[in-house]
């Protein structure tokens, strides 16, 4: 495949990609013959798309709009999934969601599917044949996710053992404290069930003030324990948003320590931690677009530089360097911490893409027009 007419990240404009198997084999000014020639029309080329947070099996996506029904807190939420979902099969809505993220570019994702008592192992078993079914397109890795809580809910523990026995890469744990009302339970738990089956842990943190912290730091010191360095992230850490700068420097230096990611999607009514400061004192930092048009919110459209551009509004990131770090993250960084090679426009790489109409990385998030070509180790795949 010919990749013709690019510009590519470097500036330079009117390059061609040649791509044989799944691989970068060239860059050239000029075209070449006996290829199957994909003509960009001058678009820019970029390396495709990480999504690290995202909830397939909750989407709504596929069917005639339904109205929100959750009331306002956390707890509502909760209990209208197991209200509502039960009813709607998993596969041809998540199968939607993910068919729109792939058109936008997204061809790596880390998904959270629901563990618990009300669904038990469906959802996963579900996503387990959408992932199946788009090997070709996309790369999928899912977490066991314990929505309704693991203390609290009876079971869940065996649920979730059964989950990684049954292929779940990943292990996820909810607001030890708000929901379980028992971190220490929860988080001995789970950290001993990781340690068994060898998987890391992705735990939603929501909890605000010094709890957030409190929790955060809980979280560190386990992980230093048990030599989980690198392989547990926080999903969310809002209380790193509002901490005073006496909490927020050491906290940060605590989870960079400790090898402690942060994954966000810039809640818009929750406070923002500051990212960029995150990555700069050497933590981890991935995005993602969590809830999209679900039982959680209306929200949400799968475009994973849209969600860029968002949380680089609530930051007051303007500088083309500052835009282009957010970039990163929902790119190169996001590959790179689910542990897939990182695609980059450059000979050998391997060749994932996306052509978006514009000038520059900066502009690409910050105006995140159309998307063109969406290539998947080789393969086009924006039409699937």
């Given at each position: 495949?010919?990749?013709?007419?690019?510009?590519?990240?470097?500036?330079?404009?009117?390059?061609?990609?040649?791509?044989?198997?799944?691989?970068?084999?060239?860059?050239?000014?000029?075209?070449?013959?006996?290829?199957?020639?994909?003509?960009?029309?001058?678009?820019?080329?970029?390396?495709?798309?990480?999504?690290?947070?995202?909830?397939?099996?909750?989407?709504?996506?596929?069917?005639?709009?339904?109205?929100?029904?959750?009331?306002?807190?956390?707890?509502?939420?909760?209990?209208?999934?197991?209200?509502?979902?039960?009813?709607?099969?998993?596969?041809?809505r998540a199968t939607a969601m993910l068919r729109r993220c792939i058109a936008a570019g997204t061809v790596h994702f880390r998904t959270h599917v629901d563990i618990t008592p009300a669904f038990g192992l469906r959802n996963l078993e579900a996503v387990l044949r959408v992932r199946e079914?788009?090997?070709?397109?996309?790369?999928?890795?899912?977490?066991?996710?314990?929505?309704?809580?693991?203390?609290?809910?009876?079971?869940?523990?065996?649920?979730?053992?059964?989950?990684?026995?049954?292929?779940?890469?990943?292990?996820?744990?909810?607001?030890?404290?708000?929901?379980?009302?028992?971190?220490?339970?929860?988080?001995?738990?789970?950290?001993?069930?990781?340690?068994?089956?060898?998987?890391?842990?992705?735990?939603?943190?929501?909890?605000?003030?010094?709890?957030?912290?409190?929790?955060?730091?809980?979280?560190?010191?386990?992980?230093?324990?048990?030599?989980?360095?690198?392989?547990?992230?926080?999903?969310?850490?809002?209380?790193?948003?509002?901490?005073?700068?006496?909490?927020?420097?050491?906290?940060?230096?605590?989870?960079?320590?400790?090898?402690?990611?942060?994954?966000?999607?810039?809640?818009?009514?929750?406070?923002?931690?500051?990212?960029l400061r995150l990555a700069e004192a050497g933590v981890r930092v991935c995005l993602g677009n969590d809830n999209m048009r679900d039982t959680w919110g209306p929200y949400g459209t799968g475009d994973m530089l849209e969600r860029a551009a968002i949380v680089g509004w609530r930051l007051?990131?303007?500088?083309?360097?500052?835009?282009?770090?957010?970039?990163?993250?929902?790119?190169?960084?996001?590959?790179?911490?689910?542990?897939?090679?990182?695609?980059?426009?450059?000979?050998?790489?391997?060749?994932?893409?996306?052509?978006?109409?514009?000038?520059?990385?900066?502009?690409?998030?910050?105006?995140?027009?159309?998307?063109?070509?969406?290539?998947?180790?080789?393969?086009?795949?924006?039409?699937?």
């Amino acid at each position: 495949m010919l990749l013709s007419n690019c510009r590519l990240p470097d500036g330079r404009a009117g390059m061609h990609v040649l791509v044989r198997g799944e691989r970068v084999a060239a860059i050239l000014d000029a075209p070449v013959e006996e290829a199957d020639v994909v003509d960009l029309g001058g678009h820019l080329l970029l390396p495709a798309l990480t999504d690290f947070h995202l909830h397939l099996d909750k989407s709504l996506f596929g069917l005639p709009w339904m109205p929100h029904a959750a009331g306002p807190d956390r707890m509502s939420r909760i209990e209208t999934d197991a209200r509502v979902l039960p009813g709607l099969p998993v596969e041809p809505r998540a199968t939607a969601m993910l068919r729109r993220c792939i058109a936008a570019g997204t061809v790596h994702f880390r998904t959270h599917v629901d563990i618990t008592p009300a669904f038990g192992l469906r959802n996963l078993e579900a996503v387990l044949r959408v992932r199946e079914a788009h090997a070709d397109a996309c790369h999928i890795q899912t977490v066991a996710f314990p929505q309704a809580g693991v203390m609290r809910a009876p079971g869940t523990l065996d649920l979730l053992e059964e989950a990684l026995r049954m292929g779940a890469e990943v292990l996820g744990g909810l607001d030890p404290c708000e929901v379980d009302r028992d971190p220490k339970g929860q988080l001995d738990a789970l950290f001993a069930l990781a340690g068994r089956h060898g998987v890391g842990l992705d735990i939603h943190l929501h909890e605000a003030g010094e709890l957030g912290l409190f929790t955060l730091a809980e979280i560190c010191a386990r992980t230093r324990a048990a030599g989980m360095q690198g392989r547990v992230w926080v999903s969310h850490g809002f209380a790193l948003g509002a901490a005073p700068e006496a909490r927020l420097g050491p906290a940060m230096e605590g989870m960079a320590e400790a090898g402690v990611g942060l994954v966000s999607h810039g809640a818009g009514a929750a406070p923002l931690p500051p990212l960029l400061r995150l990555a700069e004192a050497g933590v981890r930092v991935c995005l993602g677009n969590d809830n999209m048009r679900d039982t959680w919110g209306p929200y949400g459209t799968g475009d994973m530089l849209e969600r860029a551009a968002i949380v680089g509004w609530r930051l007051d990131a303007r500088t083309d360097a500052a835009i282009g770090r957010l970039f990163a993250m929902v790119a190169e960084d996001g590959a790179r911490a689910l542990g897939v090679e990182v695609p980059a426009v450059a000979v050998a790489a391997v060749a994932s893409f996306v052509g978006v109409p514009a000038e520059g990385v900066a502009e690409a998030v910050a105006q995140h027009p159309g998307r063109g070509v969406v290539v998947f180790r080789g393969r086009a795949v924006n039409e699937i």
